[in-house]
């Protein structure tokens, strides 16, 4: 049997990832897992350099979820757009362009004409909609076969009985963040300026993702001399909910694949911590954080032996 | 409290990472250990002062700890010096990972390599004692 080729990146989603593996034990497809920068950028020379006759899907995510960078969606778009014309000529099949736009939609243009998207995923939970729902644009003429097999909902795609309630609710919420975008991306994008300039004076911390092309509400570091999970259990008991990468909270016992691939040592990784912003958020809270922050760190590098 | 935590871990391993017991260092030890490294994730380090009593023998006067790690890392790292403290050297030696875990109020599986550290660190710390003296 052919395979298909399928390019995506090393700091996807394991939702993208774990997939790709499947398909890859499957038989059914060989996978490029592109490298990044040290920003977690990924780069659009790799994509075209890595394309080949039997390609036929590129599925990169707007914004990392663990250090917020944005991904070059629209040049990726234009630059398929160029490729498929030349691969139409040639009878070689078209590469689709799928995005995980999880983190994007209520921040960043989501415009798939614009940016030339054929498949853009979403999620109800980030946009203040009801958890449990999410949404796959898919352009009209796409080929897609279905996901389960059954009574023919969703354009035969998949069946199963719709959650209406879930469904009306994903759908007002994109609409009241499309209404506010401007306004919140503003806000968020000023405290995030705030929370980045503090906690950068502090001795031994690094900001993780790109400095300036990052989604609003995503703040990442690394912390040296801190583990990421007692960071996180002290922040929690003050009132502060953050996440890490750090192996010592996952399964695995293996650090953030996101970080291991922008080339962050494990020893780093360790003490990796992402505070996340929303439409809540005040300074107050920001100034909070920071002196907490602060204190915690403090506490945890004095409880660290010395080597 | 996070909830997802508080599931993750007994309120005894929260209470002794929040609230740490002989945490510090030992001016002038009879011994000390560091185990783990830093790309693990966990460094641990033990200081024994060793005192003699005519009953006991040689006995543990005082042990303290630095850990930097995880929440069970910590927590295990201040168990076993509560365990130990006060003991005769032949029985601080033979702590158990289990013990430590059982002492705890149980570890998540995943979590039991910590307590490998830490029983490990306080027998070096002893080792380290027994080969100056």
């Given at each position: 049997m052919k395979k298909f080729h399928i390019i995506t990146s090393q700091v996807e989603h394991k939702a993208m990832l774990e997939t790709c593996k499947h398909l890859e034990k499957l038989g059914w497809a060989n996978v490029t897992y592109l490298p990044v920068d040290k920003f977690g950028m990924v780069s659009v020379t790799d994509i075209e350099n890595a394309t080949t006759e039997h390609t036929v899907l590129v599925s990169i995510m707007?914004?990392?979820?663990?250090?917020g960078t944005i991904q070059p969606i629209k040049e990726i778009g234009n630059l398929l757009i160029k490729l498929n014309k030349r691969r139409t000529v040639n009878h070689e099949p078209r590469i689709l362009f799928h995005t995980d736009a999880t983190q994007a939609i209520q921040y960043l243009d989501c415009n798939v004409d614009r940016l030339g998207i054929d498949f853009l995923s979403l999620t109800g939970h980030k946009i203040y909609a009801p958890k449990g729902v999410g949404a796959l644009f898919v352009r009209s003429g796409t080929p897609l076969i279905r996901q389960m097999d059954g009574g023919g909902q969703e354009l035969k795609l998949r069946s199963g009985t719709e959650n209406v309630p879930y469904i009306v609710g994903l759908g007002k919420a994109v609409e009241v963040s499309a209404k506010c975008k401007v306004q919140r991306v503003k806000s968020i994008r000023s405290l995030q300026k705030l929370l980045i300039s503090r906690i950068l004076q502090f001795p031994g911390v690094k900001l993780t993702g790109h400095p300036i092309k990052r989604a609003p509400h995503i703040v990442s570091f690394v912390v040296n001399n801190v583990e990421g999970e007692a960071l996180v259990l002290m922040l929690s008991a003050a009132g502060i909910m953050v996440s890490t990468g750090s192996a010592c909270t996952s399964n695995s016992l293996e650090p953030s694949h996101v970080l291991t691939a922008m080339g962050v040592s494990a020893e780093l990784s360790h003490g990796s911590v992402r505070f996340s912003l929303g439409k809540h958020t005040t300074e107050k809270e920001i100034n909070d954080a920071v002196r907490i922050f602060e204190e915690i760190v403090q506490k945890l590098r004095l409880m660290a032996p010395q080597i | 409290m996070d909830k997802l935590f508080n599931s993750l871990y007994s309120k005894k391993v929260m209470d002794h990472f929040l609230k740490p017991r002989n945490m510090g260092v030992i001016k002038d030890p009879s011994g000390q250990a560091i185990v783990g490294n830093p790309r693990c994730g966990d460094v641990m380090k033990f200081y024994i002062k060793v005192g003699k009593d005519i009953k006991k023998g040689e006995y543990l006067k005082d042990v303290k700890f630095q850990t930097l790690g995880c929440g069970a890392a910590i927590a295990t790292s201040s168990m076993i010096t509560v365990l130990v403290k006060g003991k005769p050297l032949k029985e601080a030696e033979k702590v158990t990972k289990k013990a430590i875990a059982e002492a705890l109020g149980g570890l998540p599986a995943i979590k039991m390599h910590c307590s490998v550290l830490a029983d490990e660190g306080l027998k070096k710390a002893i080792e380290n004692y027994r080969k100056k003296s």
């Open positions: 707007y914004v990392n979820n663990e250090v | -």
